[in-house]
C-alpha cells in the first residue's frame, strides 16, 4: 500500500510524493548488502585480523646483516612472501595470522631457519636471527649486489657492480611501505574485478525481465521481479564501485592505455546507475496506478541501457586488447 | 699477396681485438617481456637498461641492471598490477650477471650462462643462446630468456579470474660498447 506525502495544501494523489514501502525495503536491502560485502572484502576492515612479524638479522659479532633475504611460508597454505632487510638489518612483515617458517638468506652467511613462528592477529612477534659466516665460495644466493666489488681470491678484478653502473644502495633498497599499497591496491582491485564481473548477472537480469516489466499488459509481480534484480544488481554494483574508489593511488602514476577507457566510462555508467533506480521508481509508482509511465519516468528504459551498455564496455575494454 | 694476406688477416682480427678491450659498457638496449592471456597478448618494454663488463686474463664479466618500473606494457594499470606481483616496489632492480671466457665471444652464436635476479629470488639460466653481430666499434647480442613465473616464486597475476601463463620469455636486444 502506497503511502502518500502530501506536498501542497490539498492532500492530491497527484500531486503527492508517493513513498512505495517496499522500494524503501528493496534500497535498504542494497545498501545492506552493498555494506556486507564491503565489510567481507576490504582488507582495511580485515585488518584487525593481522599480525606483525618482524626481527633484526645480524652477524655474530652483532653488526646488522642489509639486504638478506627473508622468506615467510605460511605453514598451513604453503604461501611464500619474500622481503629484504634495511640497512638497519631489519625486517618487517604485516601477516594474516597463522604458523610461518622463516628463512633467512644472505651472501656469504649460513641459511637459517626458523620452523615455526605464531602470528597472533593484533600482535607483534620478534624473531631475531644471528646468520654465521661460511667461505665466500659455498654461498649461492646473492643478496647484496654491492659485496661482489670484492676482488677475488685469485686476485682478478672485481666484477661490475650496481655502484658501477651509477646505481646506489638507495636505488637499490627496497621500499616496503610502496609495496604494501601495491599490495593493498592489487587486492582492492581484484575485489573490484571480481563484484564486477558478479554484476554482470543480476545486471543481465534486469535487463532480461525488463521487457514484461514495461508494456501493458504487465502484472505487479514481473514489475517487483524487475525491482527486486534492478536493487540487486545496485547492491554489488555500488560494492564494486568502492573497490575501485577505495584503492589507493600511487602519487606520479600517470593512466596510460585501456585503462583510460575503462575510468572514462564510469562517468557515464556510474550516474546512471544512480539515475536508473530513481527513474525506474518513478515508472513503477505510475505503473502501479495504473498510469501510464509519463514524464522523466519515461527516460528509465533507455538511461538504464546506456548505463548497462557503458558497463559492459568498462569491463570488455579492460578484458580483450583493440 | 703478401700484403692482401695481411690486410684480410687484420680485418678478421678485429672483432676478437674489440672483445678484448678491457671494459664494455651498455650503449642502447630493449628488454621486452612477453605475456601471454586467455584473452590477450601484450609486451612490456624497457629501454633503461645499464650494464657494464670487465675483461681480464681472458674471462669478462657482465651485470646488467634494469628497473622493474621501467617496464612499459601499454598500459599504467597493467604495469602497476606487474610491479605488484613482481614485488618491484621491495626489490626494485633487476640484474643480470653473466661470464664468458674472451676466445668465446668471436662467434656469431654465443651461450651463456645467466644469473638473473628478480623479485628477491635468484636464478640461473643456462646455456641460453644468443646472436652476436659487429657493427664498427659496436657488438649487438640478441636473444630471449626463457623465463617463468616459478623461477623467481612469483604468482602469475589474473584477470578476469584467469591466470598468465608462466612463461614471460624477455627478448634482449643490446649494444655495447668498449671503453
Not at chain 1, 638489518?89 to 626458523?114: D, M, V
Not at chain 2, 674472451?102 to 636464478?123: N, P
Amino acid at each position: 500500500m502506497p503511502l502518500i506525502v502530501s506536498v501542497g495544501l490539498k492532500p492530491k494523489r497527484e500531486s503527492g510524493m508517493v513513498v512505495d514501502i517496499a522500494h524503501v525495503k528493496r534500497i535498504c536491502f542494497a545498501g545492506l548488502a552493498g555494506a556486507c560485502l564491503i565489510v567481507m572484502l576490504d582488507p582495511s576492515l580485515m585488518a584487525q585480523a593481522l599480525g606483525e612479524l618482524t626481527g633484526t638479522v645480524t652477524d655474530p659479532t652483532g653488526t646488522p646483516v642489509a639486504f638478506a633475504f627473508v622468506t615467510t611460508t605460511n605453514v598451513e597454505t604453503g604461501r611464500a612472501l619474500p622481503a629484504a632487510t634495511g640497512m638497519d638489518g631489519i625486517y618487517k612483515f604485516t601477516l594474516p595470522s597463522g604458523n610461518y617458517r622463516i628463512k633467512f638468506e644472505s651472501r656469504g652467511y649460513e641459511t637459517q631457519e626458523i620452523p615455526a613462528a605464531n602470528v597472533a592477529a593484533l600482535s607483534t612477534v620478534v624473531e631475531n636471527c644471528v646468520l654465521e659466516a661460511v667461505a665466500q665460495t659455498q654461498s649461492s644466493i646473492t643478496a647484496d649486489p654491492a659485496q661482489k666489488t670484492a676482488p677475488s681470491p685469485s686476485g682478478k678484478p672485481a666484477e661490475p657492480s650496481l655502484e658501477d653502473l651509477g646505481i646506489s644502495p638507495s636505488q637499490v633498497k627496497g621500499n616496503a611501505r610502496e609495496q604494501a599499497l601495491l599490495d593493498r591496491r592489487s587486492h582492492m582491485l581484484k575485489m573490484h574485478q571480481r563484484l564486477g564481473l558478479i554484476t554482470i548477472a543480476p545486471l543481465g537480469a534486469t535487463l532480461i525481465t525488463s521487457a514484461f516489466a514495461g508494456g501493458r499488459e504487465t502484472s505487479r509481480a514481473s514489475r517487483d521481479a524487475h525491482a527486486a534484480l534492478g536493487t540487486a544488481t545496485e547492491g554489488v554494483y555500488l560494492s564494486t564501485a568502492y573497490f575501485a574508489i577505495r584503492a589507493p593511488k600511487l602519487a606520479g602514476t600517470k593512466t596510460r592505455g585501456p585503462i583510460r577507457l575503462h575510468k572514462t566510462l564510469a562517468w557515464i555508467h556510474g550516474p546512471g546507475m544512480i539515475l536508473t533506480p530513481i527513474l525506474g521508481e518513478m515508472a513503477f509508482a505510475q505503473k502501479s496506478r495504473g498510469e501510464r509511465v509519463h514524464g522523466i519516468a519515461s527516460a528509465h528504459g533507455p538511461v538504464a541501457i546506456v548505463t548497462a551498455g557503458a558497463f559492459g564496455l568498462a569491463v570488455a575494454s579492460v578484458s580483450f586488447k583493440f | 699477396m703478401l700484403r692482401k694476406l695481411l690486410i684480410s688477416f687484420w680485418l678478421l682480427s678485429l672483432p676478437g681485438l674489440a672483445w678484448a678491450a678491457s671494459q664494455w659498457v651498455l650503449e642502447q638496449s630493449t628488454l621486452t617481456y612477453h605475456v601471454s592471456h586467455p584473452l590477450h597478448q601484450f609486451d612490456g618494454v624497457s629501454h633503461t637498461a645499464k650494464g657494464k663488463g670487465i675483461c681480464a686474463d681472458g674471462e669478462c664479466n657482465f651485470l646488467i641492471a634494469v628497473p622493474v618500473k621501467s617496464f612499459d606494457s601499454g598500459d599504467s594499470n597493467r604495469d602497476l598490477h606487474m610491479l605488484q606481483v613482481t614485488r618491484g616496489a621491495q626489490f626494485p632492480f633487476v640484474t643480470v650477471r653473466t661470464r664468458l671466457p674472451e676466445s668465446a665471444a668471436t662467434s656469431a652464436t654465443i651461450t651463456l650462462d645467466l644469473e638473473v635476479q628478480f623479485a628477491g629470488q635468484t636464478f640461473e639460466y643456462k646455456q641460453v643462446p644468443f646472436q652476436r653481430s659487429v657493427q664498427g666499434s659496436e657488438t649487438r647480442i640478441t636473444g630471449t630468456i626463457p623465463a617463468k613465473l616459478p623461477d623467481f616464486k612469483i604468482d602469475p597475476p589474473t584477470l578476469l579470474t584467469m591466470p598468465i601463463k608462466n612463461e614471460i620469455p624477455v627478448r634482449v636486444d643490446m649494444t655495447w660498447h668498449p671503453r
